[in-house]
Nanobody, 120 residues
Framework: VQLVESGGGLVQAGGSLRLSCAAS????????IGWFRQAPGKGREGVSC????????YYAGSVKGRFTISRDNAKNTVYLQMNALKPEDTAVYYC??????????????WGQGTQVTVSS
């Protein structure tokens, strides 16, 4: 089982990035996938989640209206489109498999994540 994050980088405030989470080793369409982030010196927080059925999406208040989550079950990939980025979005971003969005636990362990740095 593996989830690999990619797409991070350095961007100026107001810019955009698209993160990808490529999954393998499990029946992808049966699980919700969440995006999380951890900023320097802070705890990990949930950013967004998409349900297994692709019907429901969830966003943290701090990113609502700026980030869009989507999934392509044919490619076993979840995307996080991030627009209007702010310096406070700077963090390592992780994706994780979940039984349902809003669950307090993830299935498996955290990956290496992808670094997003937003300069002011």
């Amino acid at each position: 089982v593996q989830l690999v994050e990619s797409g991070g980088g350095l961007v100026q405030a107001g810019g955009s990035l698209r993160l990808s989470c490529a999954a393998s080793g499990f029946t992808f369409e049966n699980y919700a996938i969440g995006w999380f982030r951890q900023a320097p010196g802070k705890g990990r927080e949930g950013v967004s989640c998409i349900s297994s059925s692709d019907v429901s999406t969830y966003y943290a208040g701090s990113v609502k209206g700026r980030f869009t989550i989507s999934r392509d079950n044919a490619k076993n990939t979840v995307y996080l489109q991030m627009n209007a980025l702010k310096p406070e979005d700077t963090a390592v971003y992780y994706c994780a498999r979940q039984y349902r969005c809003g669950a307090t636990i993830i299935i498996g362990s955290w990956g290496q994540g992808t670094q997003v740095t937003v300069s002011s």
